[in-house]
């Protein structure tokens, strides 16, 4: 499965970005989607993650009610709208999938990164938040 992630770039405080990530090789309606994200000098974090097995979604507290994952997986492609952006979402992000049937939820997608190895990754986009 290939990934290609798009639509990062810079943008002011309070503005809005559509981050889309594309999938081939395989039907994206197997996977299990995330985002995640690594700013500079700290670790990577998922940050947006929708399960297939229970078809739950998962968002870290700080983009909770800004960003929304979204999946359309007749385009098999996987978005994020993220709305009143902040510098502090300055960081490279990434989407990832995981076969289905091994994601119990979001949430653990989002938060087990150590014990859920993801099976894909695509490259990053870099989103740049000027204040």
């Known amino acids: 499965v290939q990934l290609v992630a798009s639509g990062g770039g810079l943008v002011q405080a309070g503005g809005s970005l559509r981050l889309s990530c594309a999938a081939s090789?395989?039907?994206?309606?197997?996977?299990?989607v995330g985002w995640f994200r690594q700013a500079p000098g700290k670790e990577r974090e998922g940050i947006a993650c929708?399960?297939?097995?229970?078809?739950?979604?998962y968002y870290t507290n700080s983009v909770k009610g800004r960003f929304t994952a979204t999946r359309d997986d007749a385009k098999n492609t996987m978005y994020l709208q993220m709305n009143s952006l902040k510098p502090e979402d300055t960081a490279v992000y990434y989407c990832?999938?995981?076969?289905?049937?091994?994601?119990?939820?979001?949430?653990?997608?989002?938060?087990?990164?150590?014990?859920?190895?993801?099976?894909?990754w695509g490259k990053g986009t870099l989103v740049t938040v000027s204040s």
């Open positions: 990832a999938v995981k076969a289905g049937v091994f994601i119990d939820t979001a949430q653990d997608m989002c938060v087990m990164t150590n014990h859920y190895v993801m099976d894909y």
């Open positions: 090789g395989a039907p994206l309606e197997d996977y299990a």
């Open positions: 929708l399960s297939t097995r229970d078809g739950s979604t």
